[in-house]
């Protein structure tokens, strides 16, 4: 059985200041590992995704996470944030190559104050 | 390209009520998984079909049916609808035989159940 946790459902942040998600997995097998963003009224957008090549994924829009396996991470982060960045972030774990059966977290909601 | 499209948007039904949604999927894409996300949760996978025909199934009662269509499109029906079955549905496509294929997201139908 995969699961997903992400811990803390809302962070709010400077316009500027570092960007921190947390997500935490739990798979029995090799994991591939996605993060979606979630604007309103919208369908989900894919950030980035760790395949078990380079341990660290970068992705769209400025945002890399970083898989580390001893600690059954997979953090989103973006050096500085911008108001746009504001939205629902998801990560999602999938057991192997189909991508369309994946188990997905709660999500975070990002704020960025001005 | 107009990428993978719903409708309707919203949908207002009364419990017990049979409901149908439809998913046209990206162009080029051939395989298509519906989710269900209800308010404040991430997306719970339904099922995916591939050739006309259901490949992988979540944990939904048989309430939950779909169908594919020769054009890749496809619909997802609620029969006996519930009052827990208010959500937002969510289909996405891919390509199949492409490994770690990226799924695309509709924006949704929002269902309310009354």
């Known amino acids: 059985a995969q699961s997903v946790t992400q811990l803390g459902s809302h962070v709010s942040v400077s316009e500027g200041a570092l960007v921190l998600l947390r997500c935490n997995y739990s798979?029995?097998?090799?994991?591939?590992l996605f993060w979606y963003v979630q604007y309103p009224n919208q369908g989900l957008q894919l950030l980035l995704k760790?395949?078990?090549?380079?341990?660290l994924v970068k992705g769209i829009n400025g945002f890399e996470a970083e898989f580390k396996k001893s600690e059954t991470s997979f953090h989103l982060t973006k050096p500085s944030a911008h108001m746009s960045d504001a939205a629902e972030y998801f990560c999602?774990?999938?057991?192997?190559?189909?991508?369309?059966?994946?188990?997905f977290g709660d999500g975070t909601t990002l704020t960025v104050k001005p | 390209d107009a990428g993978v499209t719903q409708s309707p948007t919203h949908l207002i039904k009364t419990r017990g009520q049979q409901v149908t949604l439809r998913c046209s999927p990206k162009?080029?894409?051939?395989?298509v998984s519906w989710y269900q996300q209800a308010l404040g949760q991430g997306p719970q996978f339904i099922f995916q079909?591939?050739?006309?025909?259901?490949?992988q199934r979540g944990n939904f009662p048989d309430r939950f049916s779909g169908h594919q269509f020769p054009n890749y499109s496809s619909e997802l029906n609620v029969n006996a609808l519930l009052l827990g079955d208010s959500a937002l549905y969510l289909c996405?496509?891919?390509?199949?035989?492409?490994?770690?294929?990226?799924?695309?997201f509709g924006p949704g139908t929002r269902l309310t159940v009354l």
């Open positions: 996405a496509s891919s390509k199949a035989g492409v490994s770690y294929n990226e799924q695309f």
């Open positions: 798979s029995s097998v090799p994991p591939y």
């Open positions: 760790y395949t078990s090549a380079a341990t």
């Open positions: 999602a774990v999938s057991y192997n190559t189909n991508a369309g059966k994946s188990t």
């Open positions: 162009s080029g894409h051939d395989t």
């Open positions: 079909y591939y050739e006309e025909e259901e490949r």
